[in-house]
C-alpha cells in the first residue's frame, strides 16, 4: 500500500504564494507518477500538475502553467507544488494522488491523500 499526506495549505490573499507538500510512505517502489488534482466546492476535480516519480517530464493544467511550479525531493520522499500569484479562483482542497501513468485524468490515479484547504482571498 501507498500513503500520502498533504501539508500546506492555508489562507492567503490574491497574489501571495504557497508551497502544498506530499510525503509518500509505504510501497514506493511501485510508484510511477505522483499527480495533484484540486476540487472546489460544487465543482469537478480538476487536474493541476504532475511529476514523473523518476523524474523527466512534467504536465501542468492549462489554469496553473506558468504560475505554479511540480518538484520533488527522493530523498525524502516528497512532492511539492509552489504556487505564485495566486487567485480567488484557485481555492480548493488540493490532493495529491500516486498512479502507474503520467495522466491528466483522476481515475488514473489509485492512491490519494486526504487533501488539503487553499483558500484565496480577494
Known amino acids: 500500500q501507498v500513503q500520502l499526506v498533504e501539508s500546506g495549505g492555508g489562507l492567503v490573499q490574491a497574489g501571495d504564494s504557497l508551497k502544498l507538500s506530499c510525503v509518500v510512505s509505504?510501497?514506493?517502489?511501485?510508484?510511477?507518477?505522483v499527480g495533484w488534482f484540486r476540487q472546489a466546492p460544487g465543482a469537478e476535480r480538476e487536474f493541476v500538475a504532475s511529476?514523473?516519480?523518476?523524474?523527466?517530464?512534467?504536465f501542468y493544467g492549462d489554469s496553473v502553467r506558468g504560475r505554479f511550479t511540480i518538484s520533488r525531493d527522493d530523498a525524502a520522499n516528497t512532492v511539492y507544488i509552489q504556487m505564485n500569484n495566486l487567485k480567488p479562483e484557485d481555492t480548493a482542497v488540493y490532493s495529491c494522488?500516486?498512479?502507474?501513468?503520467?495522466?491528466?485524468?483522476?481515475?488514473?490515479?489509485?492512491?490519494w491523500g486526504q487533501g488539503t484547504q487553499v483558500t484565496v482571498s480577494s
Open positions: 494522488a500516486t498512479g502507474p501513468m503520467l495522466s491528466v485524468i483522476a481515475g488514473a490515479y489509485p492512491h
Open positions: 509505504g510501497r514506493t517502489c511501485n510508484i510511477q507518477a
Open positions: 511529476i514523473w516519480w523518476q523524474g523527466g517530464s512534467i
